[in-house]
């Protein structure tokens, strides 16, 4: 699904390998259950760990792989409302 101010707005199909959203978390294990995961859509959905570090670090390497995103395809990752 896609994300509005007031929920979902629309449906979006994700073929394997896409991306929904990219976010930081300090706990990942709090944030998305792994039945959560497991019960998005059809298949699940996996969840990444690609980098561990400093808060304003992590930031920055969100912002820049969001950017990477937008300039490839025109458009943010479904999961992602805007660039912070």
């Not at 896409?18 to 998005?40: A, E, H």
Request: glycine share 12%; charged share 20%.
């Amino acid at each position: 699904m896609t994300w509005g101010s007031k929920g979902a707005t629309a449906l979006k199909w994700c073929e394997k390998g896409d991306v929904w959203k990219f976010g930081t978390t300090v706990n990942p294990t709090t944030r998305y259950s792994q039945s959560y995961l497991d019960n998005i859509g059809e298949f699940g959905v996996n969840y990444s760990k690609e980098f561990g570090g400093p808060l304003k670090d992590a930031l920055s390497i969100e912002a820049m792989k969001i950017k990477n995103y937008l300039s490839q395809t025109g458009h943010l990752p479904p999961g992602n409302k805007m660039i912070k």
